[in-house]
């Protein structure tokens, strides 16, 4: 059945469930030779993994250690599927015994069921956030084939609870807890959590994710178009609603003489098509943000449903996430180098075939 594998050449299945024994990803279709360690791949798991004592972050405390169970040898990929495995340390399936025959509102429990008429209702199964953790594990090898070929992938914080980054200072993300390249919006961002912790309630924000060094030509004209798969690889996590590229939905209110980047022998002046015209990198950086919704396990009274259709309410405890906002800065990063290491394998292939 589709849409379980993503990419075309540089290709990936995610598995497993939140309460389940383990989660992990096989890649198939990294190229020989590359270097590879469980401790480069630990670093980006380290930068998502839940439990760190972040103010917006479940107390769900998983070491998430990776390990290799194939596609290397010697401390280099052999060109043969990478098979990674994280094991599940702190599950507590017990937490969701009340919610088995319950819908919550804004998860995945009631399209689940309908689609499949089977659901593993611990800790929203499959559709749960822990799964990015697979994601993050395979960008990371993704990681790897871009850096030798000259390619940087970042992601930061730039809202968080209606609360906007002026600023994009780089430098400061690291020093504070939401990734932020805005010290004073950090700041904010940091009380407007605490306060909706105590209301019970969740938030949504927004992510930017930069790429540096993207030569052009990645990208079809049609069809797979670079933004469309990177809106596409976005899209596709969890709590993700809104994708934009470059000036995206503000593009839509400017004149064309405003919204077009001029070219000139040095290169573009301005970059409102974020790195990508008519669905081919132009070599200019690329830029997209991530709209991300607010949590939907939330502690406040909800109407929802049960299973047999009968009217009830929910209130969420247990370990949740306030936003999705930081863990998800790393998921975002990994998804944008996953279609990019595909990218850049097609045109390989299509430079080639040219010769
Ligand atoms: C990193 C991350 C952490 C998340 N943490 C939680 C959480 O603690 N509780 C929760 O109910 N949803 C959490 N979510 C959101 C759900 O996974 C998400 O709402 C669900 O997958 C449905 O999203 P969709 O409507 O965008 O498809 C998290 C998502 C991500 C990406
Ligand atoms: C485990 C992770 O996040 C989980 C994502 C999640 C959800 O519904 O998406 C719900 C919570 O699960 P639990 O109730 O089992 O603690 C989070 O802790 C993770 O990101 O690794």
Redesign the pocket.
């Known amino acids: 059945m589709p849409g379980n594998i993503f990419g075309t050449l540089f290709r990936v299945v995610t598995w497993g469930e939140s309460h389940g024994p383990a989660i992990g990803a096989v890649i198939d279709g990294c190229p020989p030779g590359l270097p590879i360690s469980p401790e480069v791949i630990q670093e980006e798991l380290d930068r998502?993994r839940p439990g760190k004592g972040g103010v917006a972050e479940?107390s769900r405390r998983e070491p998430d250690r990776v390990e290799i169970l194939s596609g290397t040898f010697e401390g280099k990929t052999t060109g043969t599927p990478i098979s990674l495995i994280i094991w599940n340390k702190d599950p507590k399936p017990g937490a969701y015994d009340h919610l088995r025959d319950i819908f919550?509102p804004?998860?995945?429990d009631i399209t689940y069921l309908k689609k499949y008429g089977i659901r593993d209702h611990r800790g929203?199964g499959r559709?749960?956030?822990r799964e990015?953790a697979a994601r993050v594990a395979a960008g990371a090898v993704a990681k790897i084939l871009l850096k030798e070929h000259g390619i940087d992938v970042m992601a930061y914080t730039v809202a968080l609870g209606g609360i906007e980054a002026k600023e994009r200072d780089l430098s400061v993300c690291k020093e504070n807890p939401f990734f932020c390249p805005d010290r004073d919006a950090a700041e904010k961002m940091k009380e407007r959590v605490l306060q909706v912790k105590k209301d019970g309630d969740s938030l949504g924000g927004i992510v930017e994710v930069l790429c540096k060094g993207v030569p052009p030509g990645l990208g079809d004209p049609v069809f797979d178009k670079l933004d469309a798969d990177l809106a596409k690889a976005v899209m596709s996590?969890?709590?993700?609603?809104g994708v934009e590229i470059g000036a995206g939905f503000k593009a839509s209110t400017l004149l064309g003489s405003e919204n077009n980047d001029p070219i000139t022998p040095q290169g573009f002046l301005t970059n409102n098509a974020g790195g990508i015209l008519a669905g081919i990198s132009n070599g200019a950086e690329i830029i997209l943000r991530a709209a991300v919704?607010p949590?939907?396990?939330i502690a406040q009274e909800q109407k929802t449903i049960d299973v047999e259709g009968r009217s009830t309410t929910i209130k969420i405890g247990g370990r949740?996430?306030i936003s999705?906002i930081p863990?998800?800065v790393p998921?975002c990063e990994a998804m944008v180098r996953l279609v990019l290491a595909d990218h850049l394998l097609r045109q390989m292939v299509n430079a080639q075939a040219k010769r």
């Open positions: 998502r479940t919550r804004g998860h995945g929203g559709s749960s956030g990015t996590i969890g709590a993700v609603k919704k949590i939907p396990s949740h996430d999705a863990r998800i998921v």
